[in-house]
């Protein structure tokens, strides 16, 4: 089975706090994503990962930064938490085969920022 | 612009009762369409990808087919843990080999 695993399921932070979000995956999947999703807006694409130290914005790319490292690893930061940051996250990894592309989620980081 | 658009907003059934639920889509040149099954506070479940018209995919209770311009997914007889919410994302050919444009989901209730 896939897994996908977030650092936290819930944090709290203040507002102007530097927040770090890990994810991991344990299927040595080439793309790794980060999502942020809210009542009425959906889920939105915030960062997308192709490779190790590759990155690509997404739709919501403003006020956040990512880093990939390592290739399980993927972390998206927050550089200085504003209260309309308060949402759930959701890490995301997935591959291609020569026929079938398949994305898989994490549990999800509620994230509070007061 | 993509467009994915998902109706009703909201579904009741009782259980046994089959229906269906509906994505319709506006993207130049799909590549993929994905439907995932999303509980509260979880992440989202993968279930299928369907690629072309006229294809379709099953799992459990769950059906999903394709065409040009829409996608149902058709849920048989439901019971009350297929209570969720139900995601459509598309992926447009010729862009981003990664991206998916997500729809805003159906929640469906099942009442035993």
């Known amino acids: 089975d896939v897994k996908v695993t977030q650092s936290s399921r819930y944090l709290v932070k203040r507002t102007g706090e530097k927040v770090f979000l890990e994810c991991v995956q344990d299927?040595?999947?080439?793309?790794m994503f980060w999502y942020r999703q809210d009542p009425g807006l959906g889920l939105r694409l915030i960062y997308f990962?192709?490779?190790?130290?590759?990155?690509e914005k997404g739709d919501i790319p403003e006020g956040y930064s990512v880093s990939r490292e390592k290739k399980e690893r993927f972390s998206l930061i927050l550089e200085s938490a504003s209260t309309n940051q308060t949402s759930m996250y959701l890490c995301?990894?997935?591959?291609?085969?020569?026929?079938?592309?398949?994305?898989?989620f994490g549990p999800g980081t509620r994230l509070t920022v007061t | 612009e993509d467009q994915v658009t998902q109706s009703p907003e909201a579904l009741r059934l009782q259980e046994g009762e089959s229906s269906s639920l509906n994505c319709s889509y506006t993207?130049?040149?799909?590549?993929?369409l994905f439907w995932y099954r999303q509980d509260p506070g979880k992440g989202p479940e993968f279930l299928f990808t369907l690629y072309s018209a006229g294809e379709e995919k099953e799992k459990e209770r769950l059906k999903a087919t394709l065409t040009k311009k829409e996608s149902f997914l058709h849920i048989t007889a439901p019971k009350p843990e297929d209570s969720a919410t139900y995601l459509c994302a598309v992926m447009k050919s010729g862009g981003s080999n990664y991206k998916l444009t997500f729809g805003k989901g159906t929640l469906l209730t099942v009442n035993p």
């Open positions: 299927m040595d999947h080439e793309n």
């Open positions: 990962s192709y490779d190790v130290k590759m990155k």
């Open positions: 995301a990894s997935s591959f291609w085969t020569s026929v079938t592309y398949e994305q898989y």
């Open positions: 993207v130049s040149g799909l590549r993929g």
